[in-house]
């Protein structure tokens, strides 16, 4: 802990909101998405332009503070602060430019998916992000970013056209596939690692009304309904984009009373075009499988479909993730996973699987740092609950459940999805063959490891010999 901070200098340049322990409003700002995770920043530098970032880096480097980079806070291992260093928070970076006739969109690094689509949605257009309207850009970006609209466009990354960086030198620079376009390789899917990302510009798609919503089968059927899934996602219409759930019906409206903790395997559906094109592309799916107990399909403003699940998973909920990409789905691979889900501890515990094939596929392995362009599903295992006395069974459920299931999956997962006691060698398997490229570019840009509060590719690491 550093208690000899000296302030009045910092204030001198920074022109935000400096927070500190003690002062009324440290304990509000200093939360995270996840309540499991609780540190204490010495220092919050709340910014409130790019030039607030770069004085904020410099003050932390010259007091050898240990610096966590905050966008939007919804990182499951918490990675967005730490105990005794300076949280560089950019959720006020959050203004929105969409120049429609050129379909281009430019975010503050602070920007939220339901500020960005809010922005967006009147002009007809969408910029492919998560499925969590809280969700903040700057994170889902650097991770890759995945969601409902993966399949036809692409991840997030896939649509990015330039980053405006603060490097650790303090130095600002623009990257794209013009300029320092190997930064712009790193930045897409090598996290936070190699600067302080304050603008993101993307290329937006005509979306505006979408098809979606969820199915519910009673969970007897989910063997059934899992491989018919799995058979059908490599044909379906890339405007078509169901991920797989295997959980229980939430005691909470909209669901029907009858329904509320049933176990069951849901498809949530998103389709980018009118109700009989979607109903058409699901005809095959549908009659391959038992009339579901639940069928939620509906058009509706894409918005309304990126912020459906924000009322079952507000801020403050007990979390806690395991992930794997997922190559393929063998019947054994299936029947482990009703087995596993079938114990989970909390009604609100869950397994998704996230289809990343489509258009995903369409960009080579080593065209970006997200490698895994062969994975057809990001799976992720969510224990979750709002009481703090069920983090001991939600961590042991998701372990447990990654341990059985793991042996059917790739080596690497989505770094977002990662938590902070991942086993070593985790991030260079999920980075596979661009790990190497990677360390060579961390060693030249942050070669001290300024930004290491992420998952984190290390100068030292010994796979840059390599490259």
Same mark, same amino acid.
């Given at each position: ?256 009373? @009858?329904?509320?903790? /049933?176990?069951?395997?849901? &498809?949530?559906?998103? =389709?980018?075009? !009118?109700? #009989?094109? %979607? ?59 009703? @087995?596993?889900?079938? /114990?989970?501890?909390?009604? &609100?515990?869950?397994? =998704?699987?996230? !289809?990343? #094939?489509? %258009? ?75 790990? !190497? ?31």
């Amino acid at each position: 802990m550093h208690d000899d901070i000296d302030l009045p200098e910092l204030e001198l340049e920074f022109r935000g909101e400096l927070i500190q322990p003690g002062d009324p409003n440290y304990d509000g700002v200093r939360a995270l998405y996840n309540a499991m995770i609780d540190k204490r920043p010495r220092l919050i530098a709340r910014c409130r332009h790019a030039a607030d970032v770069a004085v904020a880096l410099k003050f932390a480097r010259s007091r050898d503070l240990r610096i966590a980079v905050r966008g939007g806070g919804h990182n499951g291992a918490g990675l967005g602060s730490c105990d005794g260093g300076i949280m560089i928070d950019l959720a006020l970076l959050d203004d929105v430019r969409v120049d429609a006739a050129r379909r281009v969109v430019k975010v503050g690094a602070g920007c939220t998916q339901r500020v960005m689509d809010l922005a967006t949605y009147p002009l007809g257009l969408a910029v492919p992000s998560g499925i969590v309207s809280s969700t903040g850009m700057s994170g889902l970006t650097l991770g890759g970013g995945h969601g409902h609209l993966s399949r036809r466009y692409g991840l997030t990354i896939d649509n990015l056209i330039e980053a405006e960086v603060i490097l650790a030198d303090g130095s600002f620079v623009t990257a794209s596939e013009r300029e320092n376009a190997d930064l712009f390789w790193g930045l897409r899917g090598g996290g936070g690692n190699f600067g302080i990302v304050t603008s993101f510009t993307y290329r937006a798609h005509p979306v505006s009304t979408v098809y979606g919503g969820p199915i519910f089968w009673d969970i007897r059927h989910a063997s059934q309904v899992m491989r018919a899934y799995r058979d059908f996602l490599p044909g379906a219409p890339h405007a078509l984009s169901p991920f797989l759930g295997l959980k229980q019906v939430p005691s909470s409206a909209p669901f029907p009373v @009858e329904l509320w903790g /049933r176990r069951v395997c849901a &498809l949530i559906c998103c =389709h980018d075009g !009118p109700p #009989d094109e %979607a109903e058409r592309a699901l005809r095959p799916l549908r009659a391959a499988l038992p009339a579901p107990i639940l069928d939620g399909l509906a058009a509706m403003p894409f918005p309304a479909m990126q912020s459906l699940f924000d009322p079952l998973l507000p801020k403050g909920m007990q979390w806690y993730w395991k992930a794997d990409f997922v190559k393929e789905l063998p019947d054994a691979a299936i029947e482990t996973h009703i @087995e596993q889900a079938s /114990r989970s501890p909390t009604e &609100l515990s869950l397994m =998704h699987l996230y !289809p990343i #094939d489509a %258009a995903v596929h369409r960009v080579g392995a080593t065209d970006t740092a997200f490698s895994n362009r062969d994975a057809r599903w990001s799976m992720v295992i969510c224990g979750i609950d709002p009481r703090p006395e069920k983090a001991p069974s939600l961590r042991k459920w998701g372990r447990e459940y990654w341990h059985a299931v793991h042996p059917y999956n790739a080596a690497g997962a989505y770094v977002n999805f990662m938590m902070d006691d991942e086993a070593d060698g985790r991030v260079r398997a999920t980075y596979g063959a661009n790990f !190497p490229a990677l360390v060579e570019l961390k060693r030249r840009l942050d070669p001290t490891n300024c930004f290491r509060n992420n998952q984190n590719i290390s100068p030292d690491d010994c796979a840059g010999e390599a490259a």
